[in-house]
């Protein structure tokens, strides 16, 4: 069974960072494109950025986070990280992890279809 853990959530002050990890088990990561996106109180789930299988690498990311946001893998630890810096207070919401296909921008389709396994989530607060 596949299954996805995030972690790293927290509160931080604006400004500030956080790095969001998405480990797995029963399944390798490398094979599968990853997402992460986010759920804020009263909005709709989207897509934060997405990146493709280990052979591809592919990194795509919401004009929202861009510059600001990176995603990356570790395969040694079967893991892939979101390193988010500069972080405001709209990036307030939790924040869960998924495998599927990373393919461009179809990580920001509604409904996010290509992706499955959700994680439990991770909150991440933003505020002074």
């Known amino acids: 069974q596949l299954q996805l853990v995030e972690s790293g959530g927290g509160l931080v002050q604006p400004g500030g960072s956080l790095r969001l990890s998405c480990a797995a088990s029963g399944f390798t990561l490398d094979d599968y494109g990853i997402g992460w996106f986010r759920q804020a109180p009263g909005k709709e789930r989207e897509g934060v950025s997405c990146?493709?299988?280990?052979?591809?690498?592919?990194?795509y990311y919401a004009d929202s986070v861009k510059g600001r946001f990176t995603i990356s893998r570790d395969t040694a630890k079967n893991t892939v990280y979101l390193q988010m810096n500069s972080l405001k207070p709209e990036d307030t919401a939790v924040y869960y992890c998924?495998?599927?296909?990373?393919?461009?921008?179809?990580?920001?389709?509604?409904?996010?279809?290509?992706?499955?396994?959700w994680g439990q989530g991770t909150q991440v607060t933003v505020s002074s």
């Open positions: 990146i493709g299988t280990s052979s591809d690498g592919s990194t």
């Open positions: 998924a495998a599927g296909f990373c393919l461009g921008s179809n990580f920001q389709d509604e409904g996010q279809p290509d992706f499955g396994s």
